[in-house]
């Protein structure tokens, strides 16, 4: 079975200063690996994923993200904040093998202050 | 990359009652889920739906509160049966994973209150 944890359900930032939202995985085989993003009463939009191609992974509106297999973590940055990143973060893990559906983290609230 | 509409995009219900979510998508797609969202929680599955047989549940779902249907590759329905305050949740159909890392695309939701 897989699981997700995101350390930090908010997260609170200046803009311009550096975003991390930390996510760990468990998981008996090599998993798949993304970030969601949700604005306020909006759906999930796709920010990055990780299907073992490259580990460090870049996705929308400057974000990134780097699959360490021996810390079994990806953890999402972006180097500078803006304003309008303020939202809800999901980090997601599906297998290849049976269940397709995603599993996923609790979420991380990030706030920016201006 | 999929473009999922969901109705009603948000409903207010008095216990006891039933109302069913329709998702559609435009283009043939073989693999559909249903999540739910409960105020300020992350996602849960509730369920598989299946094209031509009966959805596949998770853990503490059952097909007598959620009944499922998938008449065809691009449609689904999700009923929300006998409903109590409890089911107040946003509730999301998804498609995708259909192979390996496949990214799975979501509809914006349908935002139930039930008083």
């Known amino acids: 079975a897989q699981s997700v944890t995101q350390l930090g359900s908010h997260v609170s930032v200046s803009e311009g200063a550096l975003v991390l939202l930390r996510c760990n995985y468990s998981s008996s085989v090599p998993p798949y690996l993304f970030w969601y993003v949700q604005y306020p009463n909006q759906g999930l939009q796709l920010l990055l994923k990780?299907?073992?191609?490259?580990?460090l992974v870049k996705g929308i509106n400057g974000f990134e993200a780097e699959f360490k297999k021996s810390e079994t973590s990806f953890h999402l940055t972006k180097p500078s904040a803006h304003m309008s990143d303020a939202a809800e973060y999901f980090c997601?893990?599906?297998?290849?093998?049976?269940?397709?559906?995603?599993?996923f983290g609790s979420g991380t609230r990030l706030q920016v202050q201006p | 990359s999929a473009v999922i509409s969901q109705k009603p995009s948000r409903d207010i219900c008095q216990r006891g009652t039933s109302l069913t979510i329709q998702c559609q998508v435009d283009s043939q797609v073989t693999m559909m889920f249903w999540y739910r969202q409960q105020p300020g929680q992350s996602l849960t599955l509730i369920a598989t739906a299946n094209q031509g047989s009966e959805a596949t549940y998770e853990s503490g779902f059952v097909i007598d509160k959620f009944p499922i249907s998938r008449p065809n590759l691009t449609f689904s329905t999700l009923t929300v049966s006998n409903m109590s305050p409890e089911d107040s949740s946003i509730y999301l159909c998804s498609v995708g994973g259909g192979s390996s890392g496949e990214t799975q695309y979501f509809g914006p939701g349908t935002r139930l209150l039930v008083l």
């Open positions: 997601a893990v599906s297998l290849d093998t049976g269940r397709r559906a995603l599993t």
């Open positions: 990780y299907t073992s191609a490259a580990t």
